[in-house]
């Protein structure tokens, strides 16, 4: 604004319309009160001015929509538009950061922890201690257990983690791996079972990463009870047991190998199911595309 009277634009239009408005003041007199005020005529013609938003060259860019006054303040998350509390985000880092250490994970790595402790029980005084046996039968139970717990309290309670994902099953191939192979070097169990059951264990999980690609192998319908039955003959077998109960070892051990190769077969089985699957979905997907 230049604070011209509206007479002195010329023209006789703009004369006619410097009349004398109610009140004793020109139209021009009317403006210049206006500008001492501080403020503009409204767009109607006698209210209020609004401070607009103007869009690319001038022109408003909602109509009569009034403007703020000020910018909106940078970093205003919530709805009201105040500021979050100062350490907020640092506060929420630090609650997904302890998110790890939840009991699912605290018995994985317990799990973890007591392969080295099941390891120098087995072989303390040469292997053959009945007394050191035990403890060792000890810590490899609790480790079982704790195998059974973990996974379940983590998808109940919603406590998946990343680490959990990986440490799982590294814990669960560690403590049945150091048994096996205990036993083994000690001559209480042949090397071709304990060559069997890791070799499948090792096996079935280079075969998910290879099909990764085409979707998850699902779970073995036997899996659960060939753990079981793995579990309770290796525990047998860490017992200094005799008589008859070292003859029942035996055949639930040999109910493990057997529940080993199968699901092992299973495993592989699905595996070729679900890449043929696969390759036909990404053909079928593929001529779509091209047509």
């Known amino acids: 604004m230049t604070g ?8 006789p239009s703009a004369r006619r319309a410097a009349g004398t408005a109610p009140g004793g003041l020109s139209a021009s007199g009317r403006t210049v009160a206006r500008e001492a005020r501080g403020t503009a005529p409204g767009a109607s013609g006698g209210g209020p001015a609004r401070r607009t938003a103007h ?3 001038g022109a ?7 403007a703020p006054a000020t910018a909106p303040r940078d970093g205003l998350d919530t709805e009201d538009g105040t500021r979050p509390a100062r350490g907020a985000k640092v506060v929420a880092a630090a609650v997904n950061q302890a998110s790890v250490w939840n009991i699912a994970n605290l018995l994985t790595m317990l799990r973890l922890l007591l392969v080295p402790a099941f390891v120098m029980l087995m072989l303390a005084d040469g292997g053959y ?3 050191w046996r035990s403890f060792a039968w000890a810590a490899f139970a609790i480790a079982m257990i704790t ?13 998946v983690t990343d680490f959990g994902k990986i440490a799982d099953p590294i814990a669960d191939k560690a403590i049945m791996g150091a048994a ?3 036993l083994s070097s000690l001559g209480d169990l042949p090397w071709w079972v304990t060559g069997i059951i890791l070799g499948r264990e090792l096996g079935i999980t280079l075969l998910r990463f290879l099909v990764i690609r085409y979707g998850v192998i699902p779970a073995s319908r036997g899996g659960k009870l060939k753990t079981l039955t793995q579990g309770i003959a290796v525990g047998m077998y860490v017992l200094a047991l005799t008589g008859w109960l070292a003859t029942l070892r035996w055949w639930v051990m040999a109910a493990a190998v ?5 699901t092992g077969l299973d495993y592989v089985k699905q595996a070729i199911v679900l890449r043929r699957q696969g390759i036909a979905d990404r053909k079928a997907a593929l001529e779509e595309t091209e047509a």
């Open 180 to 182: 096996l192979i205990c």
């Open 55 to 57: 869009g690319p060259g």
């Open 147 to 159: 195998d059974l717990f973990d996974g379940h309290l983590a998808r109940t309670y919603d406590l």
């Open 60 to 66: 408003p860019a909602h109509g009569d929509e009034t």
């Open 129 to 131: 201690d009945p007394a």
């Open 4 to 11: 011209v009277p509206a007479s002195a634009a010329g023209g």
């Open 258 to 262: 057997v529940l080993t190769v199968a």
